[in-house]
């Protein structure tokens, strides 16, 4: 089962994608978050046979929703309903950081991959934690 995740932010979307089987996440790509998101993501769905999305919300360090992870929660409840697919929310915590933190080993820009590294991340947790 393919499946996609999102990490949001406000300028850009990061965007990870599994393998056919569900066991290996691939960053995919950065998509500014702007009008048109949701027609890249339509397109990326049908090219990919997406079954499943899953998207990083913010919870903070005490597993509480703040101001972004209420933020969140409206755009994708959103583009969810645009598109006609539930999205899953999952704990994103430490996501971006560790993604931060692997580009630095590899000596790959990080201003320009973290969000998709960030998304890989969100989905590698998530299919640890489901297989």
Same mark, same amino acid.
């Given at each position: 089962?393919? !499946?996609l995740a999102i990490d949001y932010g406000e300028k850009n979307l990061g965007i990870a994608l599994s393998d056919d /089987?569900?066991?290996i996440a691939i960053p &995919?790509? +950065?998509?500014?978050?702007?009008? %048109? &998101?949701?027609?890249?993501? /339509?397109? !990326? !769905?049908?090219? %990919?046979? +997406?079954?499943?999305? !899953? *998207?990083? &919300?913010?919870i903070n360090l005490k597993g509480q929703e703040g101001?972004? *992870? %209420?933020? +969140?929660k409206e755009y994708f409840k959103e583009l969810s309903n645009k598109i006609k697919m539930d999205i899953e929310l999952v704990d994103e915590r430490f996501s971006?950081?560790?993604s931060e933190n692997k580009l630095k080993e590899l000596e790959k820009s990080i201003d320009k991959d973290i969000d998709k590294y960030a998304a890989a991340i969100i989905l590698e947790n998530y299919l640890n934690r489901i297989a």
């Open positions: 089962m393919k !499946i /089987l569900g066991i &995919f790509s +950065v998509e500014k978050n702007n009008e %048109k &998101f949701c027609e890249i993501l /339509l397109k !990326i !769905i049908k090219e %990919k046979k +997406v079954l499943k999305i !899953i *998207a990083g &919300f913010p101001i972004q *992870a %209420k933020k +969140v971006s950081k560790i």
